[in-house]
């Protein structure tokens, strides 16, 4: 299956985006981010996100990503979006010029999490595996694109029928980058059942 198609969705689309093939790059604007509540108390659902509505409930979704991130949480990866108050997210989130934050966010009616890892700032790419057993999800990461390793697994109330899977990029403070995304392919899930 093709991610690029007449299917697709955007939602809070970008004023500069280029879609060639299956190559995607997206130009950020400022004070775009996508949280709801816990923690830091504020609500934000305003980051461009290109997405393609899937009713397989098998399937993996990968993706390879490149940034230039230079300001504080800028980030880009992959996102599953039910709605504002459900979806996932995962990405490098830029924090300064030693280390950045490699994680993942999932926000279930209403209330957002935050499960990360430092890893150096010099890191300007990352694939991405998503895959989905029903509503629940693994998602992966990967230096080069063919050894994975486990991020996080988790379940989405909101996911029981149809998921919007895609890419995103944000700059949630006075900030823009340029995020590309490439090698972008939905196969069946390689999440292999629990035995």
Excluded at 97 to 106: A, C, D, N, Y
Excluded at 140 to 154: L, P
Aim: hydrophobic share 30%; with cysteine.
């Amino acid at each position: 299956m093709n991610f690029i198609g007449e299917n697709n969705k955007w939602i809070s689309k970008p004023n500069k985006f280029e879609i060639q093939d299956n190559d995607i790059t997206i130009t950020t604007e400022p004070h775009t981010d996508l949280w709801q509540r816990t923690y830091y108390g504020f609500q934000n659902d305003n980051a461009p996100a290109l997405l393609l509505p899937v009713q397989d409930r098998y399937f993996t979704f990968t993706v390879r990503t490149e940034f230039d991130t230079k300001r504080r949480f800028d980030q880009c990866g992959v996102i599953i979006y039910q709605s504002s108050d459900n979806w996932f997210k995962a990405s490098i989130e830029y924090e300064n010029e030693e280390f950045q934050r490699l994680g993942s966010v999932v926000t279930n009616n209403g209330y957002s999490d935050w499960a990360t890892t430092d890893i150096p700032a010099k890191q300007k790419h990352m694939y991405y595996r998503l895959s989905r057993r029903e509503s629940d999800f693994c998602i992966e990461c990967s230096n080069d694109g063919k050894h994975y390793k486990q991020m996080r697994i988790f379940h989405l109330f909101s996911a029981d029928h149809t998921v919007n899977i895609g890419i995103y990029a944000c700059s949630p403070e006075q900030s823009s980058f340029t995020a590309e995304f490439s090698n972008i392919k939905i196969s069946e899930c390689l999440w292999q059942k629990h035995e």
